[in-house]
């Protein structure tokens, strides 16, 4: 398996657009997450799935923010507008079940909104 | 609601020394407990985990980490590090019943050669 995979890598828009990142998660695994990184906040879990469902996304930050699963092979992360502030390294996760396994992370997006 | 707590949020060892990180979770219920290692500009990988059993778990790279359920600690060790174990170091707690983890907010080990 190629492992949890996203894209794009990298993005750099402009204050006020819309960005669209993506996520294709470990074929077999139903549980998939959302989190973002910066220096100051370290890692924070934006929203979670399990079987495509939202379970928990008192994380997103704020309205702007908006996350779909619309199968078991993709899920989104909208933000629009987009801000200065939203600038970080956005990782998605995913894992087998609810049980006993571990997380596997995509090598993450790094947006840049200026 | 569970959460973890990183004590370090930057080491910095020479090559040699003896390395311990220290991770606390607060959760009443049954946990899975997890290192998770980040390399400069890489993603999060897992170093070693914890479901149940041996309370003294090994990991890749030499890493151990020792559950101990009275101190809700799960510290991570290593007895002599090197240059390249330079990064960042993220504790998580999995609440089984939830399916939901918590990560700690990283400690940054850098080691001098």
């Known amino acids: 398996d190629a492992g949890v995979i996203q894209s794009p890598r990298h993005e750099v828009t402009e204050m006020g657009q819309e960005v669209t990142l993506r996520c294709k998660p470990i074929?077999?695994?139903?549980?998939l997450f959302w989190y973002r990184q910066t220096m100051m906040r370290g890692l924070e879990l934006l929203i979670y799935?399990?079987?495509?469902?939202?379970?928990?996304d008192s994380g997103m930050p704020e309205d702007r923010f908006s996350a779909k699963m619309p199968n078991a092979s993709f899920s989104t992360l909208k933000i629009q507008p987009s801000e200065p502030r939203d600038s970080a390294v956005y990782f998605c996760?995913?894992?087998?079940?609810?049980?006993?396994?571990?997380?596997?992370f995509g090598q993450g997006t790094r947006l840049t909104v200026v | 609601a569970q959460s973890v707590s990183q004590h370090n949020h930057h080491v910095i060892l020479s090559e040699a020394a003896s390395l311990e990180l220290g991770c606390n979770y607060s959760?009443?219920?049954?946990?899975?407990l997890f290192w998770y290692v980040q390399y400069p500009g890489q993603h999060l990988q897992l170093l070693l985990k914890?479901?149940?059993?041996?309370?003294l778990v090994k990991g890749i790279k030499g890493f151990e980490a020792e559950f101990i359920k009275s101190k809700f600690s799960f510290n991570l060790r290593k007895p002599s590090v090197q240059w390249s174990d330079t990064a960042e170091y993220f504790c998580?707690?999995?609440?089984?019943?939830?399916?939901?983890?918590?990560f700690g907010d990283g400690t940054t080990l850098t080691v001098k050669p």
């Open positions: 914890y479901f149940s059993g041996d309370p």
């Open positions: 996760a995913s894992r087998r079940g609810t049980g006993d396994t571990e997380a596997f």
């Open positions: 959760y009443g219920g049954t946990v899975n």
């Open positions: 074929s077999g695994h139903n549980s």
């Open positions: 799935f399990n079987n495509n469902v939202p379970i928990d």
């Open positions: 998580a707690v999995l609440n089984t019943n939830a399916g939901k983890s918590t």
